[in-house]
């Protein structure tokens, strides 16, 4: 069955970088897309980044363009979120996700950004 | 940038009708997906390619989209249908959610 586990979070004071890593098993990793998506405390759903099935494509919303880096290896079938300049707004739940439609989601590692 | 609005808050009787609307601009030319979250856990994809159903997704849920508005129905609701409910499109290569309504069975 597919599973999607994330690690690495933790608290982190502002400024400071932090990866988050999804380990993925139960099907073939390097033929889906991924994506992270994160859910700050009491709010809805933010979308944060995707890479591509094949690698080649990289896309980040706004919000963390320029200081977030999605990346994977597939030999361990392990997405990553490399986060640097964290901010106190950057703290929520991330979770990893399959493909274009979110078929299926981690269960979120939390992250706090705090002095 | 794209954006997707959701009204805050819906209820509805047990065995009733609820629908819940996603509404952008021109939403209808795109591929809407929504997800159901429950309190303390992960999203859940309960519909794809706006009328799609995953298997193990109860047929009370159902999903249409035209014009600009998407609506995810759920036929004769459950008390255990309580929890949010986001919606979901592309915009180019990033994704959009929308803000999130939260079903109230009551």
């Known amino acids: 069955q597919v599973q999607l586990v994330e690690s690495g979070g933790g608290v982190v004071q502002p400024g400071r970088s932090l990866r988050l890593s999804c380990a993925a098993s139960?099907?073939?990793?390097?033929?889906?897309?991924m994506h992270w998506v994160r859910q700050a405390p009491g709010k809805g759903l933010e979308w944060v980044a995707v890479?591509?099935?094949?690698?080649?494509?990289?896309y980040y919303a706004d919000s963390v363009k320029g200081r977030f880096t999605i990346s994977r290896d597939i030999s361990k079938s392990t997405l990553y979120l490399q986060m640097n300049s964290l901010r106190a707004e950057d703290t929520a739940v991330y979770y990893c996700?399959?493909?274009?439609?979110?078929?299926?989601w981690g269960q979120g590692t939390l992250v706090t950004v705090s002095s | 940038s794209y954006a997707l609005t959701q009204p805050p808050s819906v209820s509805v009787s047990p065995g009733q009708t609820a629908s819940v609307t996603c509404s952008g601009d021109?939403?209808?030319?795109?591929?809407t997906c929504w997800y159901q979250q429950k309190p303390g856990q992960s999203p859940v994809l309960l519909i794809y390619?706006?009328?799609k159903r995953p298997s193990g997704i109860p047929e009370r849920f159902s999903g249409s989209n035209s014009g600009n508005t998407a609506t995810l129905t759920i036929s004769g609701t459950q008390a255990l249908d309580e929890a949010d409910y986001y919606c979901?499109?592309?915009?180019?290569?990033?994704?959009?959610f929308g803000g999130g309504t939260k079903l109230t069975v009551l």
């Open positions: 996700a399959r493909q274009s439609s979110f078929d299926y």
């Open positions: 139960g099907f073939t990793f390097s033929s889906y897309g």
């Open positions: 890479l591509w099935f094949d690698g080649s494509e990289k």
């Open positions: 021109k939403l209808g030319d795109r591929y």
């Open positions: 390619q706006d009328t």
């Open positions: 979901q499109a592309w915009d180019s290569s990033t994704v959009v």
